[in-house]
């Protein structure tokens, strides 16, 4: 493969991770800001199992369709789920600030709970790709969604991990936050993620 070749698929990645991050943006956008960020980064990882989306240079408007039909399919179900974990981070966060104002309770249970609240945002890493490649009842993807992160404790880590420096990277460059941010971290989450999913039998590809 001579280097101008190696140059255009370079290029093809760089235009498909900007194209899933605007993508990303204006699902968000369209549902408000906090109605959106759950059906978009959904939409996002359903257009990352689709290969064939980004064979050759991608077209916008057909990742565009494609996203925006998955967006609106899971809307609300998608939505369901997040006020789940809204309620539930609500109930952590105020449970965290008696704890602080109490002598007591700052020895005993700060890093017990600093520990459930870090589970519980680990969970919500695999509510995606549960969602996009397997199939079963609500019932068992929840079952799998709450049990990944203990049976993959070193990928979970690394996954958050992955996210505080992309997020550092995105406050000292502030081009990175629209062009690349979001896309970036689902991009190579989900091709680290899967893989070990499907090495392990943990989940099965559609």
């Not at 397997?134 to 929840?142: D, H, L, M, N, Y």
């Amino acid at each position: 493969m001579v280097w101008s070749n190696k140059v255009m698929i370079v290029l093809d990645k760089i235009i498909s991770i900007i194209y899933l991050n605007v993508l990303w943006i204006i699902g968000t956008i369209l549902g408000l800001g906090v109605a959106g960020i759950f059906p978009a980064t959904y939409a996002l990882y359903y257009l990352l199992q689709d290969e064939e989306l980004f064979n050759d240079f991608p077209s916008f408007r057909k990742l565009a369709q494609t996203f925006f039909c998955a967006y609106k399919r899971k809307f609300l179900v998608i939505n369901g789920i997040g006020v789940i974990y809204a309620v539930i981070l609500y109930m952590l966060w105020i449970d965290f600030q008696l704890v602080k104002g109490m002598p007591v309770g700052t020895a005993f249970f700060y890093y017990p709970l600093m520990f459930f609240i870090t589970y519980i945002l680990a969970t919500i890493l695999y509510i995606f790709p549960v969602t996009v490649y397997t199939v079963g009842t609500f019932k068992q993807k929840a079952k799998a969604v709450l049990l990944l992160p203990l049976l993959l404790p070193l990928q979970t880590v690394f996954s958050l991990t992955f996210f505080l420096v992309l997020s550092m990277i995105a406050y000292r460059f502030s081009i990175f936050l629209p062009l690349f941010f979001i896309s970036t971290y689902f991009v190579c989450i989900d091709r680290f993620i899967k893989r070990e999913l499907t090495k392990k039998g943990i989940i099965k590809e559609r």
